[in-house]
């Protein structure tokens, strides 16, 4: 999976500070929480942390968002 250099960078320009998951973190399990999320687990249990992350950061929100989409069956070509 690709990611753009940009937003990486952006994205640790951007991160909140609190939680103690990170950008790079988030980015790492992401895929696994979506997984979890659309297998109807406890994603919030299994990832501790990401949510938390995902409600204090834009940058991580919308990844997951466009995520979300693409495995959910909403993708476009
Ligand atoms: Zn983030």
Request: glycine share 10%.
């Amino acid at each position: 999976m690709e990611r753009p250099d940009l937003e990486r960078t952006l994205d640790r320009l951007l991160g909140p500070a609190g939680p103690e998951v990170g950008c790079d973190v988030c980015f790492d399990q992401l895929d696994r929480y979506v997984e979890l999320e659309l297998a109807n687990e406890d994603a919030d249990a299994a990832l501790p942390g990401l949510r938390a992350h995902l409600h204090g950061c834009p940058a991580c929100r919308e990844e997951h968002e466009s995520l979300l989409a693409l495995v959910g069956g909403d993708q476009a070509p």
